[in-house]
T-cell receptor, first 114, second 113 residues
Framework: NAGVTQTPKFRVLKTGQSMTLLCAQDMNHEYMYWYRQDPGMGLRLIHYSVGEGTTAKGEVPDGYNVSRLKKQNFLLGLESAAPSQTSVYFC?????????????FGPGTRLTVL | GNSVTQMEGPVTLSEEAFLTINCTYTATGYPSLFWYVQYPGEGLQLLLKATKADDKGSNKGFEATYRKETTSFHLEKGSVQVSDSAVYFCALSVNSGYSTLTFGKGTMLLVSP
């Protein structure tokens, strides 16, 4: 039982390049989330999904796209990377629908955009 | 909207000292409150939670009480250890249907021997 895994762990991009971050969970959770963590900013929600085939915008969605084709996977895409997207990205998952359910986090992906 | 305010860090303590990290919140609705901890190089993990007023969450010697009258959820521990060095995040969730978390900015705790 691996929990939440993220691929890759580190990546360096040049401005304008594209990439996809993969999140996978083996806990059969319905809900999945993508956050970014920046110094002094805490975690901010980028996009989330409440089930296979669904996605929704969070607090800071601009410049990102997501897809949830399979229940266990949640992909975060950057079509044209910008230096402002340099950050640590965390994926999380949880069971619905209660507001007091724990979110389980992956180990993070550190992305640098030059 | 919803927001969480935490005391700024870093908080530096000697081993066995008493710890308090302040957290206050504003929320539309009746939130659940959480403390998450992030150890160096890792993702966040839930430390404790409280879902209604006057509830006390506790885990690993840490405690926090949901105070509706002061909109606070302060984290305390009576005797910290070096292994408690981490970043602590206060968060809330309002059951508006999708239950997303709103985080504070985090407080770094450094404990020296």
């Amino acid at each position: 039982n691996a929990g939440v895994t993220q691929t890759p762990k580190f990546r360096v991009l040049k401005t304008g390049q594209s990439m996809t971050l993969l999140c996978a969970q083996d806990m059969n959770h319905e809900y999945m989330y993508w956050y970014r963590q920046d110094p002094g900013m805490g975690l901010r929600l980028i996009h989330y999904s409440v089930g296979e085939g669904t996605t929704a915008k969070g607090e800071v969605p601009d410049g990102y796209n997501v897809s949830r084709l399979k229940k266990q996977n949640f992909l975060l895409g950057l079509e044209s990377a910008a230096p402002s997207q340099t950050s640590v990205y965390f994926c999380a998952s949880s069971t619905p629908p209660s507001s007091y359910n724990e979110q389980f986090f992956g180990p993070g992906t550190r992305l640098t955009v030059l | 909207g919803n927001s969480v305010t935490q005391m700024e860090g870093p908080v530096t303590l000697s081993e066995e000292a008493f710890l308090t990290i302040n957290c206050t919140y504003t929320a539309t609705g009746y939130p659940s409150l959480f403390w998450y901890v992030q150890y160096p190089g890792e993702g966040l993990q839930l430390l404790l939670k409280a879902t209604k007023a006057d509830d006390k969450g506790s885990n690993k010697g840490f405690e926090a009480t949901y105070r509706k009258e002061t909109t606070s959820f302060h984290l305390e521990k009576g005797s910290v250890q070096v292994s408690d060095s981490a970043v602590y995040f206060c968060a809330l969730s309002v059951n508006s249907g999708y239950s997303t978390l709103t985080f504070g900015k985090g407080t770094m705790l450094l404990v020296s021997p």
